[in-house]
């Protein structure tokens, strides 16, 4: 046992440190079932064993990994043998709901599924909400700023954050546990914390703000004959559904047919439109936000804005709409495949679906870009499949995050950069951009203890 | 001339630079007519030119003070004598508005209300919205994380905010003028910027979101017996609206018996209510709207909610019952005043407000303080009226701020710290938070020359 290990364990108790056996039996991530790799697993109980544990790596200058749930996708979770790795785990209380202010107070290793049921208990939604949610943690959502599918209506996680607590490289807590929407003393230094992954302060207590449980929700798959209308369709419904719309997911004819081929989902519609929609709308007022919803199908049918609709008749249909739009396995089973998940400006978004489709059919003539995603706020999801042996990662990368440049897009929507992303962060930020974050790092963890190597090149 | 004024006029040519008469002839801000102190006062027509003066002011240490509208409540942009103010008031065009994404990009120095209507035009809504709009600049708004009568609904500038351009303290341009709502491509630098009150950059464009322009306003006056009744309402209206809810604004019986003395305002209601509420809904469906929005009503006056209900016939009614909540100046003329803006948990409020008026009794016999506010925020506004010869303003804070403490409160929910409240800054923020913002200043701004002295003492 190395001295820092002796020296965690002396401060902490040996059931707070894990090491050897214990660390390698541990899956790397979700997506990664190799064994942990760490010098150590450190789970504090509160706060001030976190800080105690962060001070001690500070003195012997240890880098550690921070760790909530472990689904990120771009690997930042991911620790390497030379990390101590803080494991929030053990700190997974729901402090306090206040119902007459709507919010939460958490320990940051809570899962967002406890998080978003604890809320409903008191009929109050937590309205962050994306698949890892039974896994993921309300820590890991605000490093990564998480978004999801609902943040056309509430925002991201930075939307929902109204106070935290953080330890920072030294050790210090930081606790800035506002409970108010409004709040303008000073720099709001929460900001460091939301969306800059572990790299500057590790989350340990979170103040989320709650809304009204929603009482009604209404539900369609429609058809589209080209991309203009689908941008013509959001409009409408933003301003017909008059701030209800909480959903609004597109999928181009090729992730469409894939998803419904023999042995997939059944197809609600036939299988020769461009585009697919799936739009959401939940409100307050069950009787008129259906009679709002359904009038807005016809109108749009009658005018040739939507080729065809299918309204569910039960909730169990509603969910096999939703089925078509997140389950798509089958359509990955035995395929290698590239993920992505950029964002750009709505207006580019037609132009640069073919480009990239172009790009992929001249590198691989069988290959295809396979697309769909959350278009509302900009964000578009590619799986490419080469479908050829000279399947190379990099070509995919730059016939995906190529064209994104010109038009400001992003090479990272939702997932953030972590370890993976990091090559391509410059595809997307300038040089002042970049040397500005490097700033923020010298200045708030200047040893690089901090998951290290995550983000930002130093 | 000095040799920083001298250089500043050979690089941007006479017209951009005033000294002397020009300088003084200006009044220091809206709140305050004394003549304009400063060496000088810059006016450039873009970000090139402002870069450009600011990198000369680097090169001579040379402090400066950013101007947009001179709005500001806590003397932010009143300049000193040995300042070099950059004013934006050149900078004042909007580039383009997107429909299909709902953006609108804009120079910093144009005016909330220029933007508000040029959004209007393609039946869009930019929500930000509060009394100075007429005088204040999106730059401004952006520097103060502005707040004001849209919160609730549409969250402070910090959320409409989604990408931005910004000259730093040496000069260099920092360009983040993203337009999606999802990008998590690195740390969010536009954060840095955003209710920083131009400390740690000069904001020089903006890329903001828009919103569907609602087709449906309803509104009413209504009176509550107690404030656990007030807060039960507006949990009630926020369920019951399903997201339409954009204003739920609170008078204290004395608020509300001041607005209605007799040469005031015509009382709507009787004046022996403990609480008024002027709440406010809008949406894209008319019918259906009004209908739910006189439900809520009908149903709280049954069950003892609310006591009673005004519901304005016309647009001229409508203006009349907003006229009780923002026109007080009556209230306020030939009388000692101080102002606040404080936030505080919407739980601890009643008691918050009962204490603060005791200590002000006890201070002064005489005295009073009238109260009101953005109460869904956890935002209270007070006017303090010692009605004595012995108005001493610190005593006066000391029983405003002094319960705010203990209950996580903030000496300033929307107006920010600017010079006026830096003493009290202490009093909502501890030294760690302190000292956090300290280490950002110095890492952004090692000489001290954006607005110094504004909101931290180094």
Redesign the interface.
């Known amino acids: 046992m190395n001295d820092v290990v002796r020296a965690l364990t002396d401060a902490l108790g040996e059931g707070s440190v894990l090491t050897g056996e214990a660390v390698a039996q541990r899956a790397t991530s979700y997506w990664d079932a190799a064994p942990t790799r760490a010098l150590a697993i450190v789970r504090p109980r509160d706060t001030a064993e976190l800080a105690e544990a962060m001070a001690i790596c500070h003195r012997f200058d240890q880098p550690v990994c921070t760790q909530g749930g472990k689904t990120g996708c771009a690997a930042g979770a991911a620790s390497t043998e030379r990390e101590v790795i803080i494991s929030l785990e053990r700190m997974n209380r729901i402090e306090a709901i ?6 939460a107070t958490v320990q940051a290793g809570v899962t967002l599924q406890a998080l978003q049921e604890a809320a409903r208990e008191h ?1 109050l939604l937590f309205a962050l909400d994306l698949g890892a949610r039974g896994s993921c943690t309300i820590g890991g959502n605000v490093a ?2 998480a ?1 999801g599918i609902n ?3 509430y ?2 996680m ?2 929902l954050v109204l106070g935290l607590e953080a330890v ?1 490289a030294d050790g ?18 929460k ?2 914390m ?3 992954e572990g790299t500057l302060g590790i989350v340990t207590r979170v103040v989320v703000r709650l ?6 929700c209404n539900a369609a798959m429609v058809a589209c004959a080209d991309f203009d209308r689908v ?1 013509t369709l959001l ?1 409408r419904a ?7 719309l909480s959903a609004f997911e597109v999928m181009w004819n090729n992730y469409y047919t894939a998803a419904t081929e023999p042995g997939g989902h059944r197809p609600p519609m036939p299988r020769e439109h461009p585009f697919y929609v799936l739009l959401q709308a939940e ?3 069950p009787g ?2 259906a ?2 919803f359904e009038r807005l199908l016809e109108q749009t049918l009658d005018s040739g804005l939507i080729e065809d609709a299918v309204i569910p008749q039960s909730e169990t249909e509603r969910r096999a709409l939703w089925e078509v739009r997140e389950n798509f396995e089958a359509m990955l089973a035995g395929r290698k495949t590239f993920l992505y998940d950029v ?5 580019c978004m037609a132009d640069y679906a073919d480009e990239v489709a172009q790009r992929i059919h001249a590198r691989w003539p069988q290959g295809r870009a396979i697309m769909f995603g ?1 278009i ?4 578009l999801h590619l799986f490419v499949q080469p479908e050829s042996p000279d399947a190379d990662h990099d070509a995919s990368d730059e016939a995906v995050y190529g064209p994104l440049k010109a038009i ?10 972590g370890v993976e ?1 990091r090559g391509w ?1 410059g595809w ?3 040089e ?3 040397a ?2 490097r ?2 790092k ?3 963890d200047p040893r690089n203890l901090l998951n290290p190597g995550r ?2 090149e130093l």
């Open positions: 206040d119902t007459i202010g709507a919010t009929e990564t700023n978004g943040v056309l209506r925002g991201m930075r939307n920072l210090t807590v930081l606790s800035s546990m506002n409970e108010m929407l409004k709040n303008n003393a000073g720099y709001d230094l900001q460091l939301i969306g800059t809304a009204p449980l929603p009482t009604s941008t409009q933003q301003r017909d559904l008059g701030g209800t409100g307050g007022d008129a936000d009679t709002r964002s750009l400006p709505i207006r959350h509302a706020d900009g964000n400001g897009g992003s090479v990272s929507a939702e997932h953030g950069i992303k962060l997307s930020r300038n002042t951009e970049l500005l974050m700033t923020l010298h200045a708030l983000v930002i």
